[in-house]
């Protein structure tokens, strides 16, 4: 792409969010640089199961919202496929996460150039240019504005440690692999998402003879509110409504509508799950056990097996659990903003909790004496830009919305 480079700005972190903007840059005839610690592109490669299928419609990809006539819709994706015509067929306006995975993948691939892949930040500090990145391999990045796009973070539940036999859902594929033949084994899966109902259904089907216990501090699987009405939260509208209400109604808003995102299941997957449960009851051959409004109180973890100790919160009697490995589907966490700045942090507004405050259009707000401009470009503002601010839903409108394009 033969397109002048937008001066002075570099995006660190190139998932969705740095994409849908490097594609609202090439719209307005300017590219973006970025950098990003995997060696290449890929969007939670390790939870690309077979059959799991997208929770949004494919006009939300990274620009049909902001500019229906993008080449680089997912429309156009399906058209230089050669399937547009099969996915209408499909009468589904989800498609798979392979194929959506696969769209992204053809956009990056298109920008390619302007991303330096396996480059990790060291650290940021000010400079007479602005700022200056550090990276590793050892490189020094000036840059007069900042876009953050690191998206999301793993998260485990205290005490617990990555290991061979122990790991969060989002390394699940290549953790398996490493460990090697379970036909027999035992599985543990920590959760009450729909990551963690996924693996279930995956360990559960992948490993016929296997045991895999589910461990989730809810009565059951919760559904996901997925209604006509509650959906409209996650509208681009809706960014300016939430943005420009006063702090107790964000937060009252964000508790009520919770279960739209966060700690809930499709209700087909639910079905699914019980129906495997419920005939394995039938049977007596029982393979699925769920042990429900239960917590994790320690793991005990040797070269042949976890001891997981597992708390009933309703009678507090602890049971072992005995598996070959545990899969935390416990969520993710926003990237910490003022940890990430260093020293910068004091140029930029943060509240009394430590969440930095920005614009409507995601800049940080500066304080006098700031190097530069910093966007946050993804999940670190859901507090003042509601729930759409941590889900694919907006990419393509929150990545036009970034006046970064005219500097």
Request: net charge negative; charged share 20%.
């Given at each position: ?22 594609v609202?840059?090439a719209?307005?005839g ?16 390790d ?16 620009a ?18 050669g ?5 209408i ?11 959506f ?13 302007d991303v330096?892949y396996?480059?990790r930040?060291?650290?940021?500090t ?6 200056a990145v550090?990276?590793?391999p050892?490189?020094?990045i000036?840059?007069?504005t900042?876009v ?6 793993s ?7 990555s290991?061979?036999?122990q ?30 109902a996924?693996?279930?259904a995956?360990l ?17 699987y919760s ?7 509650v959906?409209?939260?996650f509208?681009p509208?809706?960014?300016?409504e939430f ?6 109604e964000r937060?009252r808003?964000?508790d ?7 700690s809930?299941?499709?209700v087909?997957l ?6 495997r449960e419920y005939?394995?009851r039938v ?12 917590s994790?109180?320690?793991a005990d973890?040797d ?5 997981l ?19 935390y ?28 405050m ?9 304080r006098p004496g ?9 999940a670190?503002?859901e507090?003042s830009h ?7 839903s ?9 006046p970064?394009?005219?500097?």
């Amino acid at each position: 792409m033969s397109r002048p480079e937008v001066p002075g700005m570099l995006g660190i972190g190139f998932g969705p969010s740095n994409l849908a903007l490097a594609v609202a840059l090439a719209e307005r005839g300017v590219r973006g640089r970025f950098v990003d610690t995997q060696p290449r592109f890929g969007w939670h490669r390790d939870m690309l199961l077979p059959g799991t299928r997208m929770q949004i419609p494919f006009l939300k990809d990274l620009a049909t919202l902001r500019n229906p006539q993008s080449a680089f819709t997912f429309v156009n994706y399906l058209s230089a496929r050669g399937r547009l015509v099969d996915f209408i067929g499909r009468h589904d306006v989800f498609p798979s996460r392979h194929e959506f995975h696969d769209y992204l993948q053809w956009t990056a691939d298109q920008f390619a150039a302007d991303v330096h892949y396996g480059c990790r930040v060291l650290g940021v500090t000010g400079s007479d240019a602005g700022f200056a990145v550090q990276l590793d391999p050892a490189e020094v990045i000036f840059a007069r504005t900042l876009v953050l796009g690191t998206g999301l973070h793993s998260v485990l539940p205290a005490g617990t440690r990555s290991s061979p036999r122990q790991w969060h859902s989002h390394r699940l594929l290549s953790a398996l692999a490493a460990l090697g033949s379970l036909e027999r084994g035992r599985f543990a899966v920590v959760g009450a998402g729909q990551s963690a109902a996924e693996v279930v259904a995956y360990l559960h089907h992948t490993y016929p003879r296997a045991e895999v216990h589910a461990v989730f501090g809810r009565y059951g699987y919760s559904l996901a509110d997925d209604s006509a009405f509650v959906n409209r939260i996650f509208d681009p509208a809706a960014v300016d409504e939430f943005y420009g209400a006063d702090s107790v109604e964000r937060q009252r808003l964000l508790d009520y509508h919770r279960s739209a995102n966060y700690s809930a299941v499709d209700v087909d997957l639910i079905a699914d799950l019980y129906e495997r449960e419920y005939g394995e009851r039938v049977s007596g051959d029982r393979r699925l056990f769920l042990h429900r409004a239960c917590s994790v109180t320690g793991a005990d973890e040797d070269d042949a097996e976890v001891r997981l100790a597992v708390r009933n919160l309703i009678d507090n009697t602890t049971e072992t659990v005995r598996c070959d490995a545990v899969v935390y589907a416990t969520g993710y966490a926003p990237m910490d903003v003022s940890a990430f700045l260093g020293e910068l942090a004091s140029c930029y507004e943060f509240d009394d909790r430590g969440h930095p405050m920005a614009t409507r259009d995601y800049k940080l707000v500066a304080r006098p004496g700031a190097p530069g401009d910093i966007y946050l470009n993804g999940a670190t503002v859901e507090h003042s830009h509601g729930l759409g601010a941590t889900l694919l839903s907006n990419v393509a409108v929150r990545g036009g919305d970034q006046p970064v394009t005219v500097r």
